[in-house]
C-alpha cells in the first residue's frame, strides 16, 4: 500500500473511444505525475502539476488530456488513441523537491 | 542534460550469489538526488533509496547496499545473497534541483531486468 491509487488497473479501448484514467493520493502531496512506461522504453514523464497547476507538459499528443480537480485527484483522459500510446501509465506524487516519489500500481493500457 | 545510463538490460543469477546493478548519470548540476526504484511484475514502483549529490556515503540496508562515487558519475546497487523475490526490474533516477520550483523532474534509466534463479 503506497497511498496512490489508480484506476482502472487494465483497460482495453478501441482507437475511437473516450476513457479516462484516476489516480487518487491521500498524503497531502502538492506534485502529482503522469508517467508512460512502454515495452524496452524508460519511463517517459508526461505532465505535472504542481499545487493543482499544469507546471510540465513535455510535447505529449494532445489525444492525451490531464486534469487535476484538486490535491488528491489527477485525471488522464484520453481519445482518438492509436496501438502506438498502448503501454503502461503511472501515476506518483511527491511532498516536495527531492523527496521520494510514491507510485500507483498503474494502469495497463491497450489500444486495439 | 541530464541523462542515466543502465548499461545491464538484463541479469540472471542464481540464488545467493550477489548481484551488482550499475548505474551511470550526467548533470551539469552541482545539486541533485539520484534514486533507486524496484518495478516488481505488480508494476507499481518501490522506493529503495535516495541520495543527495553532498552525501558521498555509500550505504549498507539489509543485503542491499550502494556505492555512489561523484568522481565516476555512478550510483551502483549491490543485492548480497540473492533471493527468488528480488526479481524485478531495477531503476536508477536523477533528479535536478531546479531553483524555484516545488517539484521533480525525475529521469529514469531505461532500467535492468534481474531474474533470480532458484
Known sequence: ????????????????NKKSLKCEQHLGHNAMYWYKQSAKKPLELM??????????NNSVPSRFSPECPNSSHLFLHLHTLQPEDSALYLCASSQER?????FGQGTRLTVV | AQKVT???TEISVVEKEDVTLDCVYETRDTTYYLFWYKQPPSGELVFLIRRNSFDEQNEISGR?????Q??????????????V??????????SEVEGGTSYDKV???PGTSLSVIP
Open chain 1, 1 to 16: 500500500e503506497t497511498g496512490v491509487t489508480q484506476t482502472p488497473r487494465h483497460l482495453v479501448m478501441g482507437m475511437t
Open chain 1, 47 to 56: 505532465f505535472v502539476y504542481s499545487l493543482e497547476e499544469r507546471v510540465e
Open chain 1, 98 to 102: 527531492g523527496r521520494r516519489a510514491f
Open chain 2, 6 to 8: 543502465q548499461a545491464q
Open chain 2, 64 to 68: 542491499y547496499s550502494w556505492n555512489f
Open chain 2, 70 to 83: 561523484k568522481s565516476t558519475s555512478s550510483f551502483n546497487f549491490t543485492i548480497t545473497a540473492s533471493q
Open chain 2, 85 to 94: 523475490v528480488d526479481s524485478a526490474v531495477y531503476f536508477c533516477a536523477l
Open chain 2, 107 to 109: 529521469i529514469f534509466g
